[in-house]
């Protein structure tokens, strides 16, 4: 990443980082839904540097189609889905809000552990980028776990896949186009597949709160 | 004709003379009479040949060694027959032979209720496996083996599978067995850790310099799993409900020569595979063979199941089979192998003899079931009119048990006696009053037996009818009555010929233990045994002469002096009640005397049931129930504890599925984050 | 020139199946026949393999022993598994509980299904591997939804919900490993050569970390406790042709993912760490089963948990290597057919019983002579009895293992005796109990019963003759994996 200022490429990692966080606090679903979109197009904003690095079409067409995806698509699935069903708020998470805030501390402080030293290798200038990636697959994976919406699940996954898209781009595999495009079409699948369980899981339990799933047991 | 009949082809032959028995029993299932008639005949032929073949190695000396190499690694079908397995060879063939006589006949009642192509498929099959255990030179072969014998026995314990009975009887035969596999699987695997291979020879040349706690684990873990095969107590649990719920002949077999198949890997494992056996394994195949021996017959005295009593007999006959052996394992270890010899002849010919009055015992119970449909003794009596000779064969059996002479449980019994007197002087107190503890509960137990046959026999067979199906009793057909006169003319046969067989005997444990050059303490003649220079002498032909001499001259006499009497016919004296068939004593009252005596170790139990014509004033019974039974000390004590802990443990685990999603997740972060912890300390 | 086509037909056999109306006898022609013809291709590759180590479609395909092994094993399954399909969705929609839009539904998504197996299997890509086991995720998301009961859909967001995580770990471990040589070394396109002749490059703290990632992440989708809590729930509610590929395929390819990194990071750190690691995961997925089939009162979910044990055996297996990885490799073969018999005959029992309760099923040997006696031999398979190949394998394994890790060895078969007492419990209950008056005895159509017949006269056979090119297979496929 050294076509980037490294202010500008902490603040868009920061800004990914953020938006993690903030997706574990948020209340209304749409408000979920816009903190990805901005996750992503940070996300494009760093593909999109790598392009003028190294010109290629297809890269070109990868960035492209991230942004459709990512950026257009998904937020307007999510949205129809919002809208159909009338669906404000979310619903609860497991802990309450200052703990939730003192886990997240915690996976933060988890970050700078021994055990993620040898990733930082990969990028050895640009080390604290790849920390914040970490730790917002951490947060992300937390925000599965913490919160009881199917929504808020389809976000926790989704921000992860952002993060290790970050992950992948800071320790600077982001020349392989080829990757890109397999992992923009596979989300692509991802979110018409899960918006439209989503609604079905609506439809049959009576509401998004994936609590209400738990009947099979043993 | 040279290369057809040479030894690998013959044995092959064998088996696949039984293979072909069951796929064609299989094949003709929809036949009944076919079936039957293929899956009994070709069993026949195979055993037939088999105890050809069998002979033939033991009087040539010769000890074949072959295999079919296959394409699995490790495991190579490969065969030894030396004298240890000719012997029990001839053992399985033998009672195979006049069981599948008596097969022919006793199969039809199945016709029509169960599938007799299964049957025969079964039979075959559990025969040619039996055959193939002790055969086996290579430990993986051995238990795929060994495995299909449970397997093919399971099948036939559940043969009748509409009774529910039967069904619970095999799972937990089944379950039993699994878990002695288990135990021998370790042991192999223990084997084959120090020595590299699963080789019987290799296995045992790397035994020599194993470590003494691998020796040590090797010897448990067979004991216990070959030991729960053999029904030693406390492994016992699954044989008197198994071999009462399999179908007669194959209850026979079971007993008779299954359960022996532990006892032959026993003695391969502990005396010929490791190298010189510590005494404290001797003394606990003593103490394990005392305590089978007198608790089993305790519980069979207390049994009113006709073939529930055989089967704890057979415990009981185990424990008498190990007492010999446990002989001959203190007195390898303390390298006096001539008397080691003694032992293993005692076991060995007590394992012959067991099988043939155990299996003729069993033929007989069969022959009375199928004719009165109930195995409870209390509703039999006085079959002897009905089917005289059956309560004649039954007689000859269960005088054998009980060591009488002239037949060959007294001689056997007489050998066991004799090791374990020889071994009194040879070693350390605590031995010696291990040694003293044995021979006690033998004399115990022969005098026990006794006892319970006397019961067994006399509750079925004399006195009055006790119920209406009795009195529809017939005699058993043909074929039930040549397999069971065979048994019974072997049971005469080999106690007249003690000697010669002895001798036989000590050949073969002379080449177990690899002492062919000593000096025998065991003579033997053609006309009698005598160990140590007439320290201890039995003549067979005397002691039948004898007997003869003493039935004549009695009978002689007493025919003498009431020849001129008149006999009288008239009521017994009654009290002035009407006597019925119900008021004789029934084989609960006979033993009821044991049970109260021993009431400590069988710790009875008594459930009384009265129903009162009036509720509230309970002053006059309408019915009075009395149930009686022993506690079983196993279940509860020893099996149920471990049960219950399994399953509670198992509704903890069971809660892991919690049904939330977001548990599930957890799961996975928690496990990523410990093992990264983990790694980085 | 043919491996494309095993990847291509498939995607055909989808759009074609698409495009059908009304009827669904063409749907059954066209499954019938893309299912032989990808068992004829994998045939051919294996073939090919057999006789030249490997076999290559440059630049983007190949498959050498290990992977045609498990080519063979998925073809093998989803052939037997088409068959089942088309006799039990005929008898579904005899009783109306499906019309013809599902069945519809269904052939596409299993077309698209078993063509990403396909894909992930003969990839040279680890990242092309990737997007394929994901879509193998996505087809079948909706096929475990199938009869839009509650319970599906419960089982089916689990599944998708806890496998993308799944994957997603996996895929972060993928970059891990690919990044230093992608960097390095400026190749365009990282496959599983380049990846193992650059191993010098990763360090090794790096190779540890990722492949902690790998095991995790695609011991998910293995099935490997404790990543296996969804696998019941999916096992179970799938329609029974899907439940066997599910546990006789896809299983087996999550574990060859794991397993081609396994051979990266032994060659790069050594294979103590690999084998610890694959040993702890082996082991607590044997343990967990072995207590939760004791309770079990499902018997479709206690097939599932049982998938979990076995994919535990092979993992401890392959841990302890050396003959170890032979009987694993053998163990995964054997698995794969006998797992599949034992669903096509769950599922005729549900066909006949409507229940999946163990309590509600009884006397199957009486009322289904065929089913029964198949659910007991693949019963008695399961279970490692012999003559069945499973106790061979799994004796390897132990022998494997006996030398350095007797304690583990020993705690493996206390469990292996836990998990017998309760399947035969279970077995019994469903098998040997009284029928009911009332049920009469038959069986559903000839497609119920050939796929299960056939795949286990095919187990029977090479339990007890292992044909010798397939064991020279194994044998090339085991010093592939050792290295």
């Known amino acids: 990443m050294d076509h980037i200022a490294p202010q500008i490429s902490i603040l868009l990692a920061a800004t990914i980082f953020v938006t993690a966080i903030l997706l574990n606090f948020s209340g209304k679903i749409s408000i979920s839904v816009w903190l990805y979109v901005v996750q992503s197009a940070t996300i494009a904003i760093l593909l999109l540097s790598s392009v003028f690095d190294r010109f290629s079409i297809l890269l070109l067409i990868a960035v492209i189609s991230t942004i459709l995806v990512k950026v257009i698509i998904a937020p307007t699935f999510f949205l129809s889905l919002i809208k159909k069903y009338h669906i404000t708020s979310t619903t609860s998470t497991y802990l309450n809000t200052p703990l939730t805030l003192l886990v997240i501390a915690g996976l933060l402080f988890l970050t700078q552990a021994d055990f993620f030293t040898p990733l930082i290798s990969l990028a050895p200038q640009g080390h604290n980028l790849l920390f914040i990636s970490i730790a917002t697959i951490l947060i992300s994976l937390f925000l599965s776990i913490n919160r009881k919406g199917a929504v808020s699940q389809m976000m926790g996954i989704l921000s992860l896949e952002n993060g290790i898209v970050a992950f992948a781009l800071f320790s600077g595999l982001e020349q392989n186009a080829g990757l890109q495009l397999g992992i923009t079409l596979n989300i692509f699948i991802w979110i018409v597949i899960s918006t439209v369980f989503a609604s079905m899981i609506y439809q049959k339990f009576g509401s998004l709160d994936v609590s209400t799933m738990k009947g099979l047991t043993e | 004709m040279e290369t057809i009949f040479n030894i690998s082809n013959s044995f092959y032959i064998i088996i696949t003379i039984f293979i072909i028995g069951a796929i064609g029993s299989l094949i003709l299932r929809n036949q009944d009479k076919s079936a039957n008639i293929w899956g009994n005949t070709l069993a026949l032929i195979g055993s037939i040949f088999g105890l050809m073949f069998a002979a033939a190695i033991l009087i040539s000396g010769t000890t074949p060694v072959f295999n079919i190499p296959s394409t699995f690694p490790l495991l190579s079908m490969s065969f030894n027959i030396d004298y240890l397995s000719a012997f029990f060879m001839l053992i399985i063939c033998l009672i195979a032979i006049l069981c599948s006589i008596y097969a022919f006949d006793y199969s039809k009642h199945f016709y029509k209720k169960y599938s007799l192509g299964t049957l025969g498929f079964f039979y075959n099959i559990f025969i040619a496996s039996m055959i193939l255990v002790v055969t086996a030179h290579n430990a993986l072969f051995f238990l795929i083996v060994w495995e299909i014998m449970s397997l093919a026995s399971y099948f036939l314990v559940i043969f009748e599978r509409q009774k529910s009975e039967n069904i619970e009887a095999g799972s937990i035969y089944f379950t039993m067995t699994h878990i002695g596999t288990a135990f021998i699987i370790l042991s192999f695997l223990l084997m084959y850790s120090v020595a590299g291979s699963f080789d019987f020879e290799v296995i045992k040349n790397g035994l020599i310099n194993a470590p003494e706690l691998i020796k040590n684990l090797i010897f448990i873990t067979a004991l216990i799993g070959f030991g729960t095969k053999a029904g030693i107590i406390p492994f016992h649990i699954w044989l008197p409900k198994a071999h009462p719920a399999a179908p007669s002949h194959v209850s026979g077999l079971m007993s008779g020569v299954m359960i022996k198949t532990g006892i032959y890997m026993l003695v391969r494992i502990g005396l010929i595979l490791l190298p010189n056996p510590p005494l404290w394994w001797g003394v606990l195949i003593l103490v394990l063979g005392s305590v089978s021996s007198v608790l089993g017959v305790l519980y069979a005295l207390a049994e009113h199941d006709i073939k529930k009593l055989l089967a704890y007999h057979s415990i009981e006959n185990i424990g008498i089979i190990l007492l010999g052996l446990g002989g001959a394992f203190i007195f390898t270890s303390a390298h006096l192998y001539v008397f080691a010899a003694l032992g293993l002849v005692a076991a060995l010919y007590h394992t012959l003899n067991h099988a043939t009055f155990k299996a003729l015992l069993f033929l007989g119970a069969g022959s009375v079931i199928s004719e009165t449909h109930t195995r409870n003794m209390e509703e039999y009596g006085g079959l002897i009119k009905y089917m005289p000779q059956t309560a004649f064969l039954f007689l000859i059996g269960s005088m054998a048990i009980s060591a009488l002479p002239p037949f060959n449980g007294f001689f056997s019994e007489w050998l066991t006696f004799q090791t374990l007197f020889s071994a009194i002087n040879q070693f350390n107190v605590f031995t010696k009053y291990i040694l003293i503890f044995s021979i006690a509960s033998l004399a115990f137990t022969g005098g026990l037996a006794a006892a319970c046959f006397v019961k067994a026999f006399g509750a079925t067979f004399l006195a009055r009818p006790r119920s209406e199906e009795v009195k529809h009793a017939k005699e058993s057909s043909l074929s039930l009555l040549i397999g069971m006169t065979g048994l019974a003319a072997l049971t005469v046969i080999l106690g007249f010929l003690a000697g010669p067989i002895s001798g036989i005997l000590k050949n073969i444990a002379n080449n177990i233990l690899n002492i062919q050059n000593l000096e025998p303490v065991l003579s033997t003649q053609t006309s009698s045994v005598n160990i140590q220079n007439n320290f201890a002498y039995v003549s067979m032909p005397v002691v039948l002469l004898l007997i003869i001499l003493a039935t004549a001259i009695s009978t002689g006499f007493i025919f003498l002096f009431t020849r001129n009497n008149k006999v009288k016919v008239g009521r017994t004296w009654d009290c002035g009640s009407n006597l019925t068939p119900r008021m004789e004593i029934t084989a609960t009252g006979f033993s009821r005397s044991f049970i109260t005596i021993f009431k400590g170790i069988l710790r009875p139990q008594q459930e009384v049931e009265v129903e009162y014509h009036d509720e509230k004033s309970k002053y006059f019974p309408k019915t009075n129930a009395i149930t009686l039974e022993l506690r079983d000390i196993y279940m509860p004590y020893l099996y149920n504890p471990f049960q219950s802990i399994v399953i509670k443990f198992a509704h903890i685990v069971k809660k892991i599925q919690v049904g939330h999603v977001n548990a599930y997740i957890l799961y996975i972060f928690v496990t990523l984050i410990s093992i990264l912890f983990i790694l980085a300390i | ?483």
């Open chain 3, 1 to 483: 020139m043919l491996l494309p086509f095993i990847v291509i037909i498939p995607l055909l056999g989808a759009i074609i199946s698409a495009t059908v109306r009304k009827n669904t006898y063409p749907l059954q022609v066209i499954i019938s026949v893309t299912a032989c013809l990808e068992l004829i291709i994998a045939i051919i590759a294996t073939a090919n393999v057999l006789i030249n180590k490997s076999y290559f479609f440059d630049p983007f395909f190949s498959v050498d022993a290990f992977s045609a092994i498990i080519l063979l094993v998925t073809a093998t399954v989803s052939f037997a598994a088409s068959f089942y399909s088309i006799g039990y969705l005929k008898e579904e929609v005899k009783k109306d509980i499906i019309g013809f839009h599902r069945v519809k539904e269904y052939f596409v998504l299993l077309h698209l299904f078993l063509g990403s197996m396909f894909l992930a299997i003969i990839t040279v890509s680890p990242i092309v591997m990737w997007v394929a086991v994901e879509a193998t995720t996505l087809s079948t998301a909706f096929l475990i939804s199938f009869y839009s009961k509650l319970s599906s859909m419960e089982a089916a967001w689990k599944y998708l919900i806890v496998n993308s995580i799944g994957l997603l770990l996996g895929f972060l471990g993928t970059i891990v490993f690919l990044s230093p040589v992608l960097n390095l070394t400026e190749d365009k396109f990282v496959n599983w050569f380049t990846l193992n002749t650059h191993v010098s490059l990763l360090s090794p703290d790096l190779t540890k970390i990722a492949f902690i990632f790998i095991l995790i992440g695609y011991g998910t989708k293995a099935g490997l406790a404790p990543m296996h809590t969804w696998l019941p729930d999916a096992h179970s509610k799938a329609p029974p042709p899907i439940s066997a590929l599910l546990s006789g395929a896809l299983l087996n390819i999550a574990m060859m993912a794991i397993l081609r990194f396994k051979i990266v990071t032994d060659a790069a750190v050594g294979n103590y760490f690999s084998q610890n690691l694959l040993i702890f995961f082996g082991v607590i997925s044997i343990a967990i089963p072995a207590f939760i089939i004791i309770v079990q009162k499902n018997y479709k979910r206690l097939f599932a948990y049982s998938s979990i044990e076995h994919m535990g055996i092979m993992a401890i297996g392959f841990g302890f290597g050396g003959i170890g990885t032979f009987g694993a490799l053998l163990h995964m073969i054997y698995h794969s057919l006998t797992k599949s018999v034992l669903f096509f005959s769950a599922g005729n029992i549900f066909l006949k019983y409507s229940s999946t309760r163990i309590a509600n099923v009884k006397g199957v040997l009486s009322s289904m002579p065929t089913t029964g006696i198949v659910l007991l031999i693949g019963f008695l398979a399961i279970i490692g009895m012999p003559p069945f190949g499973i106790f061979i394998t799994e004796f390897y394994i132990l022998s494997s293992g006996i030398t350095k890790f007797p304690l583990v060895v020993g705690l493996i078969l206390i469990l292996l005796i836990l998990i017998f007492v309760g399947f035969l419990k279970h077995i019994v209950d469903i098998a040997f109990s009284q029928k009911e008056e009332s049920m009469n005895k038959d069986e559903a159509n000839i497609f119920t019963i050939f796929p299960a017949i056939f795949l286990l006269v095919l187990f029977i056979f090479t339990s007890l003759y292992l044909p010798q090119p397939l064991k020279s297979l194994i044998d090339t496929a085991v010093t592939l994996l050792n290295k």
